[in-house]
């Protein structure tokens, strides 16, 4: 049976009921469930914002809504299919049962395309099945450590690890973008003969989908329902200095005097992890860090912010371990002892889907931090990271891991952006290994993880930086360099470095980190010091000629700031990627899909980095419908065209769109490295 509720149409057979209602410009939601009533969760969606929702019940039993640019049609036997403003099919459930009558196929395969199965004693695995079109190509879906640009036929993955961050939206180029609305660990399928959502186990269908012209139209209709990222502050687009990791308070201040000595533009420093006495405590060790107070407002008079690290681990043996599990603040387990792994000592995650855990642990964070003028918070091991990825083994709040347990980042970021927007703060920012969809809206800058110090991995961050814009995550950044690997000495290493560091020059935030080789030896003997330094790392630690590049494109950086910032607005308004593929701004040139590690920093700048070692020259494919000059050499070329480009160690192949603002800017800073 079909009906209309309050603007929504309702189907109801047997057991099942689905909703589907306008969520928003151009957009629909729908839901489904077999349990007695739909969830009220929004998870990733903010509140219903409003649509001009059409809904009509034709004679024959079936009915359909429209909201704008996008219509969605039910068989009178419950199969939804969605169509554009022009009537064209966007996306149609896959369905094979006896119930099919009419124009409809008969078949005896008897699959349903929303199936819950149920969980003896439980809720329900659920599985949703879509036709497939095998000329559909589809972005986003977050940060996935492979190079496949477009995910047709991918199988992912709906989980979150180290280096992988589960953002369930995706963008296809028939002209609609879909929100998986559903944090449970589960599978998406995109094959060629079928595409297939997973969970686990849910109480509950729920996706959200759009049409739209343009791929920025799509991305504006999904930012408008999730949630914008905030203005990124000023402070935020210059270069960030970090390393595994400062081990006192004088190490630090040390480095960063000099980085002024030398005047080197640099804006953050961080103080990473183990500088508290036992993880859990959120708070400066004295026997190293001394007098923060006076440290931070060194920095401050220095021009630079510090960041300091978070991490939501709870030793069994500190102060607060006792107090919290009292409380119910930490993640339990379903069988066997608990712990959720043992780095550095054995340790639970404090669980943010409690909000009166986000409070004790802000209230910790703002006493022993913020108060002291620490202003941006570095939120490590967010997916979290298990010991071992059993994630059926672990609960929260809000439910089992497996059903609710994709939300922990966003819970996380939450923790600090509401503690610090309810101090007056604005424009949040603060570093997190990991998100989920709606993660921006809390301030989230991700970056991209524990990876390896080698061009195959950094040819993957590349990709995965694409699809973590497309997915709505527009602040998102990588270890210069990559995190493990990477010998100062080498000079393989050197060349992996500078090509990174280039690279990182046209990412939304610039930043060096890494655990270098060979690492120091330990210095003192409590507290976190057992966790030992990685090697020098900073941009004067690889011999003048890296340190020449370096500065070069810490010099560029500086001067893309007002560029970047304009850039920063439009993420903020309009949800629009800073870092996108080329086809985004170019989606009418065919061509402009194919682009391997090739992506536009802004509307103005394309950017192809040097990914292969010993190389240096490669093919850039220029957008059609523009003129684009070369960077280096200042010659112009028309847009359409793939051009062979030399690329010496120290440039990196970057292209300005003529009759750009920026362009004679660029090329003026250019000619003056000549002079």
């Avoid at 699959?111 to 879509?130: C, H, N, S, W």
């Avoid at 609609?176 to 186990?201: D, I, K």
């Avoid at 036992?278 to 630079?304: C, H, N, R, V």
């Avoid at 210069?480 to 939304?508: M, T």
Wanted: hydrophobic share 35%.
């Amino acid at each position: 049976m079909v009906e209309i509720r309050n603007g929504s149409i309702v189907y109801e057979y047997d057991s099942e009921v689905l909703a589907v209602e306008a969520w928003g410009q151009n957009a629909l939601r729908v839901r489904a469930t077999k349990s007695s009533a739909l969830p009220e969760e929004d998870w990733a969606l903010t509140e219903r914002p409003e649509g001009s929702p059409e809904p009509l019940i034709k004679s024959d039993g079936s009915a359909s809504i429209k909201n704008g640019k996008i219509e969605a049609r039910i068989t009178r036997t419950g199969k939804l299919s969605f169509f554009n403003s022009e009537g064209k099919l966007l996306l149609e459930e896959q369905v094979r049962t006896r119930r099919e009558y009419g124009s409809e196929s008969f078949s005896s395969l008897e699959v349903e395309a929303r199936k819950f199965r149920p969980i003896i004693g439980g809720d329900y695995q659920l599985t949703m099945r879509f036709e497939s079109n095998p000329d559909e190509k589809i972005y986003g879906m977050g940060q996935y450590q492979q190079t496949n640009m477009n995910l047709k036929g991918c199988d992912l993955e709906l989980a979150h690890r180290n280096s992988q961050a589960s953002v369930p939206f995706m963008l296809s180029t028939l002209g609609y973008g879909l929100l998986w609305n559903n944090p449970a660990v589960g599978r998406a399928v995109f094959g060629s003969n079928v595409t297939t959502w997973e969970a686990r186990s849910t109480k509950a269908l729920d996706y959200w989908i759009t049409a739209g012209d343009t791929p920025a139209e799509i991305e504006e209709a999904y930012s408008s329902v999730t949630g914008k990222v905030p203005m990124m502050p000023d402070f935020a687009m210059g270069f960030w200095q970090c390393k595994l990791r400062y081990q006192t308070q004088d190490e630090l201040l040390e480095v960063a005097r000099e980085y002024v000595k030398r005047k080197l533009p640099i804006s953050v420093i961080v103080v990473d992890f183990f500088h508290w006495p036992l993880q859990g405590e959120w708070k400066f060790d004295p026997t190293y860090w001394p007098d923060p107070d006076a440290m931070i407002a060194e920095l401050k008079s220095l021009g630079i912010e510090l960041m300091v690290s978070i991490w939501p681990t709870v030793d069994f043996r500190s102060e607060n371990f006792s107090e919290m599990r009292e409380k119910g603040f930490l993640v339990r387990t379903e069988r066997g002892f608990r712990i959720c792994t043992d780095f550095q000592g054995n340790t639970v995650y404090y669980d943010p889907t409690n909000p009166k855990a986000r409070d004790y642990v802000w209230q910790k964070a703002k006493k022993n931090y913020y108060d002291k003028g620490v202003k941006i918070f570095w939120l490590d091991e967010a997916e979290p990271e298990f010991a071992v990825y059993d994630f059926d083994n672990y609960r929260y709040h809000l439910g089992p891991d497996i059903q609710v347990g994709n939300v922990y980042p966003a819970m996380y970021a939450k923790t600090f952006f509401d503690g610090m927007k309810a101090e007056g703060q604005p424009n949040i920012i603060n570093l997190l290994r990991c998100a989920w969809a709606g993660s921006q809206r809390y301030g989230a800058l991700v970056w991209s993880g524990d990876i390896h110090s080698s061009f195959d991995s950094f040819r993957r961050q590349i990709v995965a930086g694409l699809h973590m814009g497309i997915a709505g995550i527009p602040w998102w950044t990588t270890d210069i360099g990559g995190f493990h690997g990477g010998n100062i000495n080498d000079p393989n290493f050197h060349e992996l470095l500078v090509r990174w560091f280039q690279y990182g020059a046209f990412c939304p935030v610039m930043r060096l980190h890494g655990d270098r080789e060979p690492h120091k030896p330990q210095f003192g003997t409590t507290g976190g010091a057992t966790c030992l330094s990685g090697a020098d790392n900073e941009v004067w630690s690889y011999g003048e000629d890296v340190y020449k590049i370096c500065k070069r494109y810490m010099d560029l950086r500086e001067l893309l700031k007002p560029y970047v910032k304009a850039q920063m607005a439009l993420a903020h308004e309009k949800g629009i990627p800073v870092m996108r593929p080329l086809f985004f701004d170019f989606y009418q040139d065919q061509n402009s899909y194919e682009a391997e590690y090739a992506y536009l920093f802004g509307p103005d700048l394309l950017v192809a980095p040097i990914v292969y070692a010993k190389s240096e020259s490669r093919e850039v494919y220029l957008p059609s419908q523009a003129e684009w000059t070369h960077l280096w050499s200042g010659e112009s070329y028309a847009g359409g065209q793939t051009v062979l480009i030399q690329a010496p160690l120290e440039e990196i192949p970057v292209f300005i769109k003529n009759g750009s603002d920026i362009l004679n800017d660029l090329i003026s800073w250019k000619n003056g490295l000549e002079e």
